[in-house]
């Protein structure tokens, strides 16, 4: 009997995967603003030493809007061009995430931190092992 149920098929997978992680990255914000000594170091513009300022939110947008970019992407995207995009993207995020946890952080933050490191890795694994199907062109 098998667990999981799975055809192979990354370009089916990977951008589920990547909505996984986009999701735990927003709720993970969303639950550091119940926090009220977040939420007023958020409203004061320091949180832990970082100057929120409009350009750190700028390079944080820059940041967020990789794994979002990649639901798309690594759907639509051509075998090669796709392997290479999910390898690079999970690299940055995933190097990004593992960075904030050595930061430290609250209980929920490194309960959400593993689900999106765990992520970012089988993300990286499957874009490395990744190889084209010789029946189905480059789908696989």
């Not at 798309?72 to 796709?82: G, H, I």
């Not at 960075?99 to 490395?128: C, D, K, N, Q």
Request: charge should be negative; glycine fraction near 8%; proline fraction near 3%.
């Amino acid at each position: 009997m098998n667990m999981i149920e799975w055809d192979g098929n990354r370009k089916g997978l990977l951008p589920l995967l990547w909505v996984f992680l986009t999701v735990n990255y927003i709720y993970c914000d969303v639950f550091t603003l119940h926090l009220a000594k977040y939420l007023e170091a958020f409203l004061s513009g320091d949180v832990g030493g970082m100057h929120i300022t409009e350009e750190f939110l700028l390079v944080f947008a820059f940041i967020m809007q990789i794994p979002m970019i990649m639901i798309p992407l690594s759907r639509l995207l051509s075998y090669k061009l796709n392997k290479y995009a999910n390898i690079i993207a999970g690299v940055i995020t995933t190097g990004v995430q593992t960075y904030t946890v050595f930061m430290g952080g609250t209980l929920h933050y490194m309960f959400f931190s593993f689900f999106e490191i765990s992520t970012g890795l089988i993300i990286i694994y499957l874009a490395i092992s990744w190889k084209p199907s010789a029946i189905e062109g480059e789908t696989t």
